[in-house]
T-cell receptor, first 114, second 116 residues
Framework: AQSVTQPDIHITVSEGASLELRCNYSYGATPYLFWYVQSPGQGLQLLLKYFSGDTLVQGIKGFEAEFKRSQSSFNLRKPSVHWSDAAEYFCAVGGNQAGTALIFGKGTTLSVSS | GAGVSQSPSNKVTEKGKDVELRCDPISGHTALYWYRQRLGQGLEFLIYFQGNSAPDKSGLPSDRFSAERTGESVSTLTIQRTQQEDSAVYLC??????????????FGPGTRLTVL
């Protein structure tokens, strides 16, 4: 079955500390992977995406993610978290067939402490 | 340019009433998706439109849900005889050509539906 698992429901990180949000996927075809961020009252904003090539992808706001096929993972990282990063983060997987809807994880809520 | 817009931003309705939610995609985007986000859950796919092709309705949870799209413009999602379990945020997304995961979906701010 196709699915995305985000094992951590809620994470609290100190401002300035590093961050890693976990994402594991199960997908029967070549996966295309995404991370979205949702701030309160806002729509989803695309942080980064992986289609092919270099397995370490850079995104906006200083985020990066690494695709590890052997581990079926696509973890999101940031070296130094800012208070404005507090939000909900969603990992999603899609395929290369026409009209493939994205399959989302349940999200990880990030809180940033001062 | 303008992003995906949705209206209303909030809708409170009584159980049994019909509601209509609207989505304006990014101009030029041929693909349009509706998702539902229940509290504490990820997004659930509802329906997908691609140009003038027949929509993919495989995610609609019941026959109370329907959606229409006029050409490559506005879409409306209609929920008939609303139930309390329909309470959720309904998100619309559009993409340029809709060809699978390589085509980035851009999301609107959503409509928060509360069924009393």
């Amino acid at each position: 079955a196709q699915s995305v698992t985000q094992p951590d429901i809620h994470i609290t990180v100190s401002e300035g500390a590093s961050l890693e949000l976990r994402c594991n996927y199960s997908y029967g075809a070549t996966p295309y992977l995404f991370w979205y961020v949702q701030s309160p009252g806002q729509g989803l904003q695309l942080l980064l995406k992986y289609f092919s090539g270099d397995t370490l992808v850079q995104g906006i706001k200083g985020f990066e993610a690494e695709f590890k096929r052997s581990q079926s993972s696509f973890n999101l990282r940031k070296p130094s978290v800012h208070w404005s990063d507090a939000a909900e983060y969603f990992c999603a997987v899609g395929g290369n067939q026409a009209g493939t809807a994205l399959i989302f994880g349940k999200g990880t809520t990030l809180s940033v402490s001062s | 340019g303008a992003g995906v817009s949705q209206s209303p931003s909030n809708k409170v309705t009584e159980k049994g009433k019909d509601v209509e939610l609207r989505c304006d995609p990014i101009s030029g985007h041929t693909a349009l998706y509706w998702y539902r986000q229940r509290l504490g859950q990820g997004l659930e796919f509802l329906i997908y439109f691609q140009g003038n092709s027949a929509p993919d309705k495989s995610g609609l949870p019941s026959d109370r849900f329907s959606a229409e799209r006029t050409g490559e413009s506005v879409s409306t999602l209609t929920i008939q005889r609303t139930q309390q379990e329909d309470s959720a945020v309904y998100l619309c997304a559009s993409s340029l050509v809709g060809w699978g995961g390589t085509d980035t979906q851009y999301f609107g701010p959503g409509t928060r539906l509360t069924v009393l």
